[in-house]
């Protein structure tokens, strides 16, 4: 069975500050991994998603996630945070049966 | 632009009452899905269907059905709804050519609440 972990339930940071969010997912085969954010009243969309190829992908809004086979890890990262990045970020991995599973969530805050 | 509809925002329900909960996509995606969404457990899937007429159970399908009669439509059925399902049911669909598996786009949702 494929899960995912996310360390973070809730992060406080102040503008201009680095973020990192970790998720590790496990999975015995080949996977697709997704970053999704819901901002505040809006529907859930696609951040940024790994596939092949580069394990170093980019996303919108200069959001960049590194895929670590090693480490089962997929963690997102922004080195600058904006007040309007405040949303809850979910990491999610697609195993070969076309199931999708999600992490719990992490809700950002930023503070101006 | 995709667009993921889902028949109500907010719906009351009394215990016991049979709910349906409607999903459009108008992309021709192949895949679409049935989440709920609850405060600290993140999106759990309910049910998925990769065709017209082919479902699979998800994590969570304990009392819950589905139907996929149309490509377009996936409707989420609760036969007998109970407090415990009072949640944010997410709608989603993907685009699935061969046995790639690409980004989902949700719907909306909707909030049932259950009395």
């Known amino acids: 069975a494929q899960s995912v972990s996310q360390h973070n339930h809730h992060v406080i940071l102040s503008e201009a500050a680095s973020l990192e969010l970790g998720c590790n997912y496990s999975y015995g085969g080949t996977v697709n991994l997704f970053w999704y954010v819901q901002y505040p009243g809006q529907h859930l969309q696609l951040l940024l998603k790994y596939f092949s190829g580069d394990p170093l992908v980019k996303g919108i809004k200069g959001f960049e996630a590194e895929f670590i086979k090693s480490k089962f890890s997929f963690n997102l990262r922004k080195p600058s945070v904006q007040w309007s990045d405040t949303a809850e970020y979910f990491c999610a991995v697609r195993g070969n049966a076309g199931k999708s599973t999600f992490g719990d969530g992490t809700t950002l805050t930023v503070k101006p | 632009d995709v667009k993921v509809t889902q028949s109500s925002r907010y719906l009351v329900k009394r215990t016991g009452e049979k709910v349906f909960l409607e999903c459009v996509q108008d992309m021709d995606h192949e895949n679409m899905f049935w989440y709920r969404q609850d405060p600290g457990l993140g999106l759990r899937l309910i049910y998925f269907s990769y065709d017209v007429k082919m479902k699979e159970k998800g994590d969570i399908p304990e009392g819950y059905s589905v139907s996929r009669e149309k490509k377009e439509r996936f409707s989420l059925i609760l036969e007998s709804a109970s407090t415990n399902q009072t949640s944010m049911y997410l709608c989603?669909?993907?685009?699935?050519?061969?046995?790639?598996?690409?980004?989902?786009?949700f719907g909306p949702g909707t909030r049932l609440t259950v009395t």
């Open positions: 989603a669909s993907s685009f699935s050519p061969g046995q790639a598996y690409y980004e989902q786009y």
